[in-house]
């Protein structure tokens, strides 16, 4: 939401060129290149974490926020392998909030859903939305409901379900109110008017 992606993604690669990144400097690398738009970099960043079996995350505090993070670049990138196996890291997290430190990583029923929504799983993928909402609104957090709610109205787009995604979107507008959130009010206006819609 800062539009700081390209000096995150600089501060990254500089540490990156003095030793290889690994854990969670890895996956907030990859992360930021995917939403920069650099997806094929991202995919293989992706890669080379799955090649180990992601082993190289750390057992501590940042565990939470790489696995975030690489579950938000496999779900970008349609990385089905991948997908595949964070969906199974991140099962034993189902209903709780994910990140560290000052970084939230919002639900880790909201990244299951965008898993399963490319694992081809739409039944899971509504439940763990629906959850993501409801955990989202009890932590009293616009910016987490409205992002779970967007997420959700691209997962009917993509089914072609027009009318489910809308309200979702209308929802999403009116939570995000007077907030200054370029970020998702651009998904939002995207999603409006994608052809179909």
Same mark, same amino acid.
């Given at each position: 939401?800062?539009?700081? =992606?390209?000096?995150?993604?600089?501060?990254?690669?500089?540490?990156?060129?003095?030793?290889?990144? $690994?854990?969670?400097?890895?996956?907030?690398?990859?992360?930021?290149?995917?939403?920069?738009?650099?997806? +094929?970099?991202?995919?293989?960043? &992706?890669?080379?974490?799955?090649?180990?079996?992601?082993?190289?995350?750390?057992?501590?505090?940042?565990?939470?926020?790489?696995?975030? =993070?690489?579950?938000?670049?496999?779900? @970008?990138?349609?990385?089905?392998?991948?997908?595949?196996?964070?969906?199974?890291?991140?099962?034993?997290?189902?209903?709780?909030?994910?990140?560290?430190?000052?970084? $939230?990583?919002?639900?880790?029923?909201?990244?299951?859903?965008?898993?399963?929504?490319? &694992?081809?799983?739409?039944?899971?993928?509504?439940?763990?939305?629906?959850?993501?909402?409801?955990?989202?609104?009890?932590?009293?957090?616009?910016?987490?409901?409205?992002?779970?709610?967007?997420?959700?109205?691209?997962?009917?787009?993509?089914?072609?379900?027009?009318?489910?995604?809308?309200?979702?979107?209308?929802?999403?507008?009116?939570?995000?109110?007077?907030?200054?959130?370029?970020?998702?009010? @651009?998904? $939002?206006?995207?999603?409006? +008017?994608?052809?179909?819609?």
């Amino acid at each position: 939401e800062q539009g700081r =992606m390209d000096e995150v993604m600089a501060l990254l690669t500089d540490r990156a060129g003095a030793r290889p990144a $690994s854990g969670a400097a890895a996956a907030a690398l990859a992360f930021a290149m995917v939403e920069s738009g650099c997806r +094929h970099e991202a995919a293989v960043l &992706l890669f080379r974490a799955e090649c180990g079996g992601f082993g190289d995350i750390a057992d501590d505090v940042e565990w939470p926020l790489a696995v975030a =993070m690489w579950s938000e670049v496999a779900a @970008q990138t349609g990385d089905v392998d991948c997908a595949s196996t964070l969906h199974d890291i991140l099962g034993s997290m189902d209903g709780l909030g994910m990140g560290s430190g000052g970084v $939230s990583c919002g639900p880790a029923s909201r990244l299951l859903a965008i898993l399963e929504q490319g &694992l081809g799983g739409p039944e899971d993928a509504d439940r763990h939305f629906a959850e993501a909402i409801e955990f989202s609104r009890r932590l009293e957090s616009p910016v987490w409901t409205a992002r779970c709610q967007l997420d959700w109205a691209e997962a009917w787009t993509a089914r072609g379900e027009a009318l489910w995604a809308g309200q979702l979107i209308d929802e999403a507008d009116a939570v995000m109110g007077s907030l200054v959130l370029p970020t998702l009010r @651009q998904q $939002s206006a995207d999603l409006r +008017h994608r052809p179909g819609r």
